[in-house]
């Protein structure tokens, strides 16, 4: 791999992230999860938001690699992907 092609990876992934927390809900769904992992039920009453609408912003967040997801039954729990997402 060139230089080119890692430079426009790297700056495609940035501009992901900075798509992903240009959102005040998303932003807010980011602290929540820095306090530990969270079905998305709770994570939408803890944010006062439909539940529609926060899987919609955790798949953005997923997207931009922020957050990973892991089922426990019927239920998805969301976890931050690493220590320094919520630095």
Known sequence: MNTRTLK????????????????????ELVELLAQGE????????????DVKLASAHLRVLRSAQLVDVRRDGKRRVYRLSGADVSA
Do not use: C, F
Not at 8 to 27: E, H, N, T
């Open 8 to 27: 426009d990876g790297l700056y495609a992934q940035v501009a992901r992230v900075g798509a992903a927390l240009a959102s005040p809900k998303r932003l």
């Open 38 to 49: 969270k079905s998305v039920e709770a994570l939408a009453q803890a944010a006062d938001i």
